[in-house]
């Protein structure tokens, strides 16, 4: 399913366009002085190597820390057989400790040129060699790692906090405090992470989403974790297993998307480096990198490696569904079409036909996305894709206003799986819209604590703002906060966080960096998402002359999002189009009255100033 990546940046807010108060928490765009700092105190946190996984080396496949909720249309699972090798470790190995086979060290070093060591019991038989020795010391201190980490408290107390220590960070908010608390996040992060069970999540999100998917041996039954730790004992024994180790690197960006933890993309990109240096040019390995350069944001990346799998494998449903997203992001709506109608004539199932339902609706045609998808929930069998695709059902409807509908679809999501996450935040929107604040707030709370993400943490800053009770101010600043460090910490872990940065600084923060976020983001592709976050920040920085033209583009191809077309309305309002402005904000509170509890205030506001 195409990827969505956008919707993990919030597309609401209000039309307010006064400065932030002085003492505000204020997001600001991460500058070289920044990045540095947030390295540093993950240095600090986790030993030399930087963006390095916490595990030690970035292609160790150790034991894996996990947080979510890319959008509910995040990375649709890929229903393609597992890998060479990876059917087999999955059976029967889910109870192996998840002690890594210990590659060369050189391997990550020696910029990707050195060849892999053969397995310590390899065929030549001539005796352990150096890179063997070195393999096998490492494997030592990694399963030391591994056995030291398991005994760290439980997850949920440590994601929980690490909420409360950011909350704290937040009304104190400076420049030093953010090193401490993206450090603090990545900690927190990591400490439960190796017992905490795995999120089934076969769908978004978004801030970082993976289209391609991993095999259905990792996701059916929410065995994502059971999986790598199945594929992290037979690499100990089988380091040469190219095809384990694509699908392991493919199971780290499953495992940083579901769980919002950018650490495993490192670590991902190592796995599949390995694979391509045991077997060069093997489609599962490239098709592998297309999804980490799409988790990243690199769109036009995972074009080029989707295309370059394509090469050696023309069925490979990963870099099918690959090549769909990345054409999607870059807003090649066209080619995003018959890319899908491509896949749809060599892989159909459910990861294309999400795809192919996301096409359709961009281009408004909400009617065929909504039958697409219901065939695809119609042939989903394992929990995770039913899990997924009812959410997106769910989403979909929600985005035309149809809450019941919206919270049956997440119910059914839920019975499948009533961990997951993507379900559990549209359930908690869809509550919001119907008035149910109570419910919305324990909701959207449910999922920050579990995995504090950019929108999911907006998203329940506005929910506190709109319902204004004592505190609530306070509680809804920190959670703002909360997304400039999870930003900082994207980026130091290779993501290309701009749109997040864009558009929630644009309502609850420095507009300034929001704008120069906004830019550098349409500088890289030209999407209606990116047309829409570029309109606003302009706005919110009083050029509304000059955000004009980038609100009707992202309206220009039919598809219904509220959201976009109350910025719009804001920005003929502020240029004195009054016809056209209400318009488009009628328009906005018929297709969605409930699309942001602070947005959809706004426009009935200025509605009434125009009467």
């Known amino acids: 399913m195409s990827p969505r990546t956008n919707d993990n940046a919030p597309e609401t807010g209000h039309g307010d366009r006064e400065q932030a108060a002085p003492g505000r928490p204020m997001l600001r765009t991460a500058e070289t002085g920044p990045e540095k700092a947030v390295r540093e105190a993950w240095e600090r946190a986790f030993g030399a190597g930087g963006t390095d996984a916490p595990d030690g080396r970035a292609d160790d496949p150790g ?23 990876a059917e087999e470790a999955a059976r029967g190995a889910g109870t192996t400790e998840p002690t890594p086979e210990g590659q060369a060290s050189a391997d990550t070093r020696g910029g990707g040129q050195t060849a892999p060591s053969p397995p310590t019991d390899g065929p030549e038989g001539a005796g352990a060699t150096e890179a063997e020795a070195t393999e096998a010391t490492e494997a030592q201190a990694a399963e030391a790692q591994a056995a030291a980490a398991a005994e760290s408290s439980g997850p949920a107390d440590e994601r929980v906090a690490a909420v409360r220590r950011f909350s704290a960070a937040g009304r104190r908010w400076r420049g030093v405090q953010l090193v401490v608390c993206a450090a603090s996040l990545a900690v927190a992060l990591t400490a439960g992470a190796v017992v905490v069970g795995a999120v089934r999540d076969s769908g978004t999100t978004p801030v970082a989403s993976t289209p391609g998917g991993v095999s ?11 999986g790598i730790r199945a594929l992290q004992a037979h ?14 690197g493919l199971a780290y960006v499953e495992q940083a998307r579901t769980k919002g ?13 390995r694979s391509l ?41 990963r870099a099918l569904c690959s090549r769909i997203d990345a054409l999607v992001e870059l807003g090649r709506y066209a080619d995003a079409s018959e890319a899908a109608d491509l896949a749809d004539s060599r892989h159909p199932g459910v990861p294309v036909f999400t795809r192919y339902a996301y096409v359709h609706e961009l281009r408004g045609d909400v009617g065929t996305a909504r039958r697409v998808l219901e065939q695809a929930l119609a042939t989903a069998t394992s929990r995770g894709d039913i899990a997924y695709v009812a959410t997106a059902l769910g989403q979909l409807a929600w985005n035309q206003g149809q809450y019941k509908t919206a919270l049956d679809s997440y119910a059914r999501a839920l019975a499948a799986d009533d961990t997951y996450l993507p379900a559990l935040e549209g359930r908690a929107r869809a509550q919001a819209a119907q008035g149910n604040t109570a419910d919305a707030v324990r909701g959207m709370e449910q999922v920050v604590e579990r995995y ?32 400039d460090a999870w930003v900082s910490l994207a980026r130091a872990n290779g993501v290309n966080a701009d749109l997040d940065t864009a558009l929630a600084a644009a309502d609850h923060g420095d507009r300034t960096a929001a704008l120069k976020a906004a830019r550098a983001e349409w500088a890289r592709r030209h999407t209606v998402h990116t047309a829409d976050a570029l309109a606003w920040a302009l706005h919110v920085n009083g050029r509304d002359r000059e ?9 220009a191809t039919g598809y219904r999002n509220a959201a976009f077309l109350y910025h719009r309305g804001m920005i003929e309002h502020a240029t004195g189009d009054t016809d056209q402005a209400r318009a488009s904000l009628t328009a906005a509170l018929k297709l969605n009255p409930g699309f942001s509890p602070l947005g ?4 009935r506001k200025a509605l009434e100033a125009m009467r």
Request: aromatic residues 6%.
């Open 452 to 483: 504090p993400l950019p929108q999911p943490l907006v998203e329940l800053g506005e929910l506190y703002e709109a319902r204004g009770t004592s505190g609530d101010l306070s509680k809804a600043h920190d959670q703002y906060a909360l997304v």
């Open 277 to 317: 240096r045991v077997r060069p040019g093997n489609d599962a390995a490239l098709a592998g990198r297309a999804a980490l350069a799409a988790a990243r944001h690199d769109f036009t990346g995972a074009l080029d490696y989707a295309d370059q799998a394509l090469k050696q494998n023309p069925y490979s449903e």
């Open 600 to 603: 959809a205030r706004e426009a």
């Open 235 to 248: 690499l100990r024994a089988q380091p040469r297993d190219y095809g384990s180790w694509a699908t392991l």
């Open 261 to 273: 933890d950018p650490s495993r993309y490192p670590q991902a990109q190592a796995a599949l480096e």
């Open 547 to 555: 955000a004009l033209p980038y609100a009707r583009q992202a309206t």
């Open 216 to 226: 259905p041996q990792l996701l059916a039954g929410g065995d994502l974790d059971s």
């Open 63 to 85: 034991p894996a820390p996990t947080p979510a909720a890319d959008s509910a249309r995040d990375g649709a699972p890929v229903t393609e057989s597992a890998a060479p090798g």
